[in-house]
């Protein structure tokens, strides 16, 4: 298990960039995939990118050319930068690790609040 805290939320305005910052407790070198997901009240939480270990990663379609996730192993850190935003990108971001697929436990953070508005 590995605790998962975001940082770097807050207020944008439309078109703006932002980068969220997701710091694990221990080492994620081993952590097999690690990803963000978001979620606006009373909607389902939603996968916006993922990276697994090997460096391979997965975009949600409405993210895809502005969103990257970048993980830095020596660091234990994995990164969501956002640019071009828009207004429905608003929601609260949470970051999560999943050991290794045979393992179907998810740790998450506690989240992290973005709004984008003018």
């Known amino acids: 298990q590995v605790q998962l805290v975001e940082s770097g939320g807050g207020l944008v305005q439309p078109g703006g960039s932002l980068r969220l910052s997701c710091a694990a407790s221990a080492s994620i070198f081993s952590i097999w995939r690690m990803g963000w997901y978001r979620q606006v009240l009373g909607k389902q939480r939603e996968l916006v990118a993922a990276i697994i270990s090997g460096g391979s990663t997965n975009y949600a379609d409405s993210v895809k050319g502005r969103f990257t996730i970048p993980r830095d192993n020596a660091k234990n850190m994995v990164y969501l930068q956002r640019n071009s935003l828009k207004p429905e990108d608003t929601a609260v971001y949470y970051c999560?690790?999943?050991?290794?697929?045979?393992?179907?436990?998810?740790?998450w953070g506690q989240g992290t609040q973005v709004t984008v508005s003018s």
């Open positions: 999560n690790a999943r050991q290794s697929p045979a393992d179907p436990r998810i740790d």
